[in-house]
């Protein structure tokens, strides 16, 4: 079935470091993938989506690249702010059995110190 | 506007009581969907709905009854509910049930005593 691994935190950074949560999938065929994140008591908001491969999605300074020969999806950001600190979930919508249920990773937790 | 909206934003309730969730959104999206996530853990489905039909119930037991009156508006109905209920109730919708992105709304933290 469909899954996707992301690497699990805490991670901790200064700010303005560059930023790198890794994540790969397993899925048939071609999913959308994405990245949400959620800061502290509040719901998921999509932050950036990739529908084919080679397709990079960029939104506030983030980036991922929708790598179908390793089946990953990093998330990149080159200098990252206080203001970052959040929970970064890794996902996908696919083909199968999950129906294009969105499968999510297990979470990353970021926090960004002054 | 990616706006979904959910009311209350709180909510605490005894294990008799009956309450309501409710979420909506006006972008024109036919699936809407309820997640439950506890602290530290990624969302999971409970329902979705295509076109105001119920089209998934991910084995939710029956104290919670969703409801979809019409294509903007989700409700989730709550009774006899347990502590292990509590946790944060999200709602999101999508144009559709293909590989569409979803857009969640802010949550409704539900504590049950």
Redesign the interface.
Known sequence: GNSVTQMEGPVTLSEEAFLTINCTYTATGY??L?W?VQYP??????LL?A?KADDKGSNKGFEATYRKETTSFHLEKGSVQVSDSAVY?CAL??YGGS????I????T?LSVKP | DTEVTQTPKHLVMGMTNKKSLKCEQHMGHRAMYWYKQKAKKPPELMFVYSYEKLSINESVPSRFSPECPNSSLLNLHLHALQPEDSALYLCASSQGLGLYEQYFGPGTRLTVT
Do not use: D, V
Request: avoid cysteine.
């Open positions: 999913p959308s994405f949400y008591g509040e719901g998921l908001q999509l989506k529908t979930f919508r696919g129906q294009g249920n969105l999510f990773g297990k979470g937790k």
